[in-house]
């Protein structure tokens, strides 16, 4: 069997690490491994399969001879460095939103688009975290019985703000006991018993940067430009695991019986969905998994064909690391590296 050389740039950050540990789960073919960050990082160990690597900041000739680059190390560092990797003969599989909307650069959700990888010309993106997790619970449903509209309202945890924001929810909540003041440092708000209505920026539209890429991405990894989605995007104080409360609006009728059906055959989900027995998915259960979980599923009677839902999955495995290691394994597979 071929095996690969490998670099993930954004190694010590919390989607970097979590790649190294499901890279090493999944037993991805690697030959060489090469574990990139910024120069403060540089000599840094980390663990693969029991092997201790040094972090080497980034370069343009730690690209020399790598097969596959996982990126996760922001959109400014994608936009430097993914166009030299690639020049180096390497295909990049990019985390940050830097590519994502680029018309020559597919953006993919194995469950959902596996075949659009196959027209790469050299980066492939991974969605936004909240966005990979709905279209894969969403995607089943609308090639049933097409989805009009989508509402989701989302409860994001802190690790999808980076290794920063894991410590800030540690160190404001400690603070908070201990009678002593502390402000995040990677959060725009208090996070410690609280919760924030911001993720990124805010836009013209009042929308903001996240709420925007669940719009955009959905309608391109789904391949429905006409769904119409209306998201507003919440940071909550849980560390790993994002859930997002969804409603839809499908053209045909669909009752709760038939969306579970549809989800229970569906790639990628788990149905946990018998709520009189309190049995409905939570973060804290989720964290740590790979896949996306579905539960209280019910009509939406505030419209006709409306459903909802209840969709959480871990954002540094399905959300980021998961579907990039996913994306490099449909490359193997399709004999595209
Ligand atoms: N967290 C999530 O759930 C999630 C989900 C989907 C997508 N993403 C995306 O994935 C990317 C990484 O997110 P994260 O949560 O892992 O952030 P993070 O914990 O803050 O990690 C950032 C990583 O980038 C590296 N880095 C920073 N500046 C650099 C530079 N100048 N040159 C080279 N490397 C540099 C850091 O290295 P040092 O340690 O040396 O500073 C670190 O390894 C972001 O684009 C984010 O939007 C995150």
Same mark, same amino acid.
């Given at each position: &069997?071929?095996?690969?050389?490998?670099?993930?740039?954004?190694?010590?950050?919390?989607?970097?690490?979590?790649?190294?540990?499901?890279?090493?789960?999944?037993?991805?073919?690697?030959?060489?491994?090469?574990?990139?960050?910024?120069?403060?990082?540089?000599?840094?160990? #980390?663990?693969?399969?029991?092997?201790?690597?040094?972090?080497?900041?980034?370069?343009?000739?730690?690209?020399?001879?790598?097969?596959?680059?996982?990126?996760?190390?922001?959109?400014?560092?994608? %936009?430097? @460095?993914?166009?030299?990797?690639?020049?180096?003969?390497?295909?990049?599989?990019?985390?940050?939103?830097? @590519?994502?909307?680029?018309?020559?650069?597919?953006?993919?959700?194995?469950?959902?688009?596996?075949?659009?990888?196959? @027209?790469?010309?050299?980066?492939?993106?991974?969605?936004?975290?909240?966005?990979?997790? &709905?279209?894969?619970?969403?995607?089943?449903?609308?090639?049933?019985? %097409?989805?009009?509209?989508?509402?989701?309202?989302?409860?994001?945890?802190?690790?999808?703000?980076?290794? %920063?924001?894991?410590?800030?929810?540690?160190?404001? *909540?400690?603070?908070?006991?201990?009678?002593?003041?502390?402000?995040?440092?990677?959060?725009?708000?208090?996070?410690?018993?609280?919760?924030?209505?911001?993720?990124?920026?805010?836009?013209?539209?009042?929308? *903001?940067?996240?709420?925007?890429?669940?719009?955009?991405?959905?309608?391109?990894?789904?391949?429905?430009?006409?769904?119409?989605?209306?998201?507003?995007?919440?940071?909550?104080?849980?560390?790993?695991?994002?859930?997002?409360?969804?409603?839809?609006?499908?053209?045909?009728?669909?009752?709760?019986?038939?969306?579970?059906?549809?989800?229970?055959?569906?790639?990628?989900?788990?149905?946990?969905?018998?709520?009189?027995?309190?049995?409905?998915?939570?973060?804290?259960?989720?964290?740590? %998994?790979?896949?996306?979980?579905?539960?209280?599923?019910?009509?939406?009677?505030?419209?006709?064909?409306?459903?909802?839902? @209840?969709?959480?999955?871990?954002? #540094?495995?399905?959300?980021?690391?998961?579907?990039?290691?996913?994306?490099?394994?449909?490359?193997?597979?399709?004999?595209?590296?």
């Amino acid at each position: &069997m071929k095996h690969y050389n490998i670099a993930i740039l954004g190694a010590t950050g919390a989607v970097g690490q979590t790649m190294i540990k499901v890279l090493e789960e999944r037993e991805f073919p690697i030959d060489e491994l090469r574990l990139l960050a910024s120069p403060r990082s540089a000599g840094k160990e #980390l663990e693969y399969m029991g092997v201790k690597y040094k972090v080497e900041p980034v370069s343009p000739e730690a690209f020399e001879g790598i097969d596959i680059a996982l990126f996760s190390a922001g959109g400014s560092r994608s %936009k430097e @460095w993914a166009p030299i990797a690639v020049e180096k003969g390497a295909v990049v599989i990019d985390n940050s939103s830097a @590519w994502r909307m680029d018309e020559n650069v597919p953006l993919v959700v194995p469950e959902v688009n596996p075949e659009d990888v196959k @027209w790469h010309k050299g980066i492939i993106a991974n969605p936004n975290c909240s966005t990979i997790q &709905m279209v894969v619970a969403l995607n089943p449903i609308h090639k049933a019985k %097409k989805i009009k509209r989508v509402i989701v309202s989302t409860y994001q945890a802190v690790s999808g703000a980076g290794a %920063k924001a894991i410590r800030d929810l540690e160190e404001e *909540t400690k603070a908070y006991f201990e009678g002593k003041y502390y402000y995040p440092e990677a959060l725009p708000q208090h996070i410690a018993f609280n919760v924030i209505p911001h993720i990124d920026v805010f836009l013209d539209n009042n929308y *903001t940067k996240e709420e925007m890429k669940m719009v955009n991405e959905t309608r391109k990894i789904m391949h429905a430009p006409d769904i119409k989605v209306s998201p507003t995007c919440v940071r909550v104080p849980v560390f790993y695991g994002h859930s997002e409360s969804i409603v839809i609006e499908t053209e045909e009728p669909i009752t709760p019986e038939e969306a579970r059906e549809i989800l229970k055959e569906a790639p990628g989900i788990i149905l946990e969905d018998d709520p009189h027995n309190n049995l409905y998915p939570m973060p804290i259960e989720a964290a740590g %998994k790979d896949e996306v979980f579905v539960g209280r599923i019910r009509e939406d009677f505030s419209f006709d064909n409306g459903l909802a839902m @209840w969709v959480v999955a871990d954002n #540094l495995r399905k959300g980021a690391a998961t579907n990039a290691v996913q994306i490099a394994e449909l490359l193997v597979e399709y004999g595209l590296v």
